[in-house]
């Protein structure tokens, strides 16, 4: 039987938003993935006596240290979701939630060893993943993005995505490459490498029905524990989550070398 | 002044020109892949918080960075993306590499 999806994310618009609506999903499939707009979630006080508390005094601290504006709206912004969010499934205030994170800079809730979490944001759309299944990663971008001739293709493909996107129609084919780096973007935030990963040493079909993630040379990559989704936010984003099902309660052992197969991950993080 | 003393001061301004051009081809490569010709870059800027950077921003530098010094071959991303927090980091990473490269 084929793993659950991470599901389509549901539209939080503030701190008093439609919580019930995040909560059902979860509940029903132990994953939810919750998007918000950055305007509406930026506090209209700002000072540190505010946000302090709030965001924590490691985050506070990086906070103060962006100096450009949208990066700083969206660092905010997508940090208060992810609060808001892990509070309601946590039954507790966003002010208590313990937003850690790992070397290489995956964020995990410290205490919560149950729960995995996510979070990507671009200028005006931010995305949180939540789940008690196993591991999980979220990618959002801006659907219209452009990526195609920027150096993306060769820099993020396998061979075969080079070819798949060149069969493509041109007015497709930009689209068709953003869905393919929110996917690659999920599955390696999933694993904890971000960057560090290959990206053109493991690839994905496009095949709504299921995606699949495969090696270069076409074999498949994961096994069915892993399930990958996109999915149009208002028509002007995609998002991606790339869920590892560990089954109902916690896994005994996240880390990325227990959790993937050994010759893939050493060929995806340049070992072999 | 020796000609040992002279060809030292040569190399060391060589040196300078070399790693000159390669902070320039930095800069010129990051003002092009955020598209802002005039934007205030220096080897302090942090490509992140100063500059905007997110991870697509971050492969296409790597790709304008290859395509304006060839001679750096091709680079690894999983490689050098811890030194990719500031201009002046990413460019002592970029002279260690052509150092090595000279060997």
């Not at chain 1, 313990?98 to 800079?105: F, Q, R």
Request: proline share 5%; charged share 25%; glycine share 8%.
């Amino acid at each position: 039987m084929a793993a659950p999806t991470a599901g389509a994310p549901v539209l939080v618009s503030g701190p008093e938003g439609q919580w019930d609506e995040v909560l059902r999903p979860l509940a029903a499939r132990g994953t939810v993935v919750t998007y918000g707009r950055v305007a509406d979630w930026l506090p209209e006080e700002t000072e540190e006596r505010v946000l302090r508390p709030l965001l924590g005094p490691r985050d506070w601290g990086r906070f103060q240290r962006l100096s450009h504006r949208r990066v700083r709206e969206g660092f905010l912004a997508s940090r208060l979701l992810l609060k808001h969010t892990a509070a309601r499934v946590l039954a507790s205030s966003p002010e208590s939630v313990d937003l850690a994170y790992k070397p290489g800079g995956r964020p995990y809730l410290r205490g919560c060893d149950q729960i995995d979490i996510s979070l990507s944001h671009t200028e005006e759309v931010m995305v949180v993943g939540v789940t008690r299944r196993g591991l999980l990663g979220v990618d959002v971008e801006r659907a219209e993005r452009p990526m195609v001739g920027t150096g993306v293709e060769f820099q993020a493909c396998t061979p075969h995505e080079r070819e798949l996107l060149e069969s493509l129609p041109e007015r497709t084919r930009n689209s068709a490459l953003v869905r393919l780096w929110t996917l690659k973007e999920a599955y390696s935030k999933a694993i904890g490498q971000g960057l560090r990963f290959r990206f053109t040493e493991f690839g994905f079909t496009l095949d709504d029905a299921r995606i699949r993630l495969q090696r270069p040379d076409g074999s498949p990559g994961t096994g069915p524990e892993w399930s990958f989704g996109t999915y149009a936010l208002e028509s002007d984003y995609v998002v991606s989550a790339a869920l590892r099902d560990e089954g109902f309660g916690a896994a005994a052992d996240t880390a990325a070398d227990t959790t993937l197969d050994q010759s893939l991950l050493g060929v995806l993080l340049g070992r072999l | 002044m020796s000609a040992h003393a002279d060809d030292t001061h040569a190399d060391n301004t060589h040196a300078d020109n070399q790693s000159g051009d390669l902070i320039s081809a930095v800069v010129q490569a990051v003002r092009r892949v955020i598209d802002d010709p005039v934007a205030e870059v220096g080897t302090d800027s942090l490509l992140r918080e100063d500059l905007g950077f997110d991870s697509v921003l971050i492969m296409q530098l790597k790709y304008r960075v290859e395509q304006a010094v060839p001679e750096l071959g091709e680079l690894s991303l999983p490689d050098m993306v811890d030194s990719m927090t500031s201009v002046g980091s990413l460019v002592a990473y970029l002279r260690d590499r052509l150092v090595k490269a000279a060997v």
